[in-house]
């Protein structure tokens, strides 16, 4: 079975900081690896995603990913954050048949102006 | 705005009353989704259907019963449902078959209140 860590419940910096969320997944084989974010009240958007290739992903709104193969970690990173980043991030893994995506617990994330 | 629509936004109902959430995207997507959102936690997959057949069902009660009327439209149709299930029913959808690992496009979900 698939699973989906993320470290932080909870994340409070002020803007133009630099944010890294944590992401460690547990899968013996191929994965597909996402980071969701949910802003208040809105639906879930994609940020990044990561398939094959390049393990420095390039996401919407100056996110990046790393994905550490070795270490079952994709932390998703942002250099100077935003207030408009305030949100819920989810880490999701999709390794499964059958596009089974199964999402971390969710860091919220508030920025302050 | 997100390209999967979902209808009601908001649901109240008794623990007797039959219900149906609606679920619709015009993507030309062949794979769709039910999660299930309690507060605070993440989304929680309940069942997925591909090419319009019911794929996966995560052990979800009876109570809960999902359509596939054609490749557009995703219902969920409610009976007997219990406090514990109000949560924020989301519905995703993604590109070609389950077979395919495409990314999910979520709706902004039917938040349901059970009395």
């Known amino acids: 079975a698939q699973s989906v860590s993320q470290h932080n419940h909870h994340v409070i910096l002020s803007e133009a900081a630099s944010l890294e969320l944590g992401c460690n997944y547990s899968?013996?084989?191929?994965?597909?690896l996402f980071w969701y974010v949910q802003y208040p009240g809105q639906h879930l958007q994609l940020l990044l995603k990561?398939?094959?290739?390049?393990?420095l992903v390039k996401g919407i709104k100056g996110f990046e990913a790393e994905f550490i193969k070795s270490k079952f970690s994709f932390n998703l990173r942002k250099p100077s954050v935003q207030w408009s980043d305030t949100a819920e991030y989810f880490c999701a893994v999709n390794g499964a048949a059958g596009n089974k995506l199964t999402f971390g617990g969710g860091t919220r994330v508030l920025v302050k102006p | 705005d997100t390209e999967v629509t979902q209808t009601p936004k908001h649901l109240v109902m008794g623990m007797t009353n039959k219900k149906s959430l609606k679920c619709e995207q015009h993507m030309g997507h062949r794979a769709m989704y039910w999660y299930k959102q309690k507060a605070k936690k993440p989304p929680e997959l309940m069942f997925v259907y591909s090419y319009e057949k019911l794929s996966i069902n995560e052990s979800v009660p009876s109570r809960f019963s999902p359509e596939c009327p054609n490749s557009s439209l995703l219902n969920l149709h409610l009976h007997a449902l219990q406090p514990e299930d109000s949560a924020l029913y989301l519905c995703?959808?993604?590109?070609?078959?389950?077979?395919?690992?495409?990314?999910?496009?979520f709706g902004d979900g039917t938040r349901l209140s059970i009395l």
């Open positions: 995703a959808s993604s590109q070609g078959g389950t077979g395919k690992f495409q990314p999910q496009h």
């Open positions: 899968y013996g084989g191929t994965v597909n």
């Open positions: 990561y398939f094959s290739g390049d393990p």
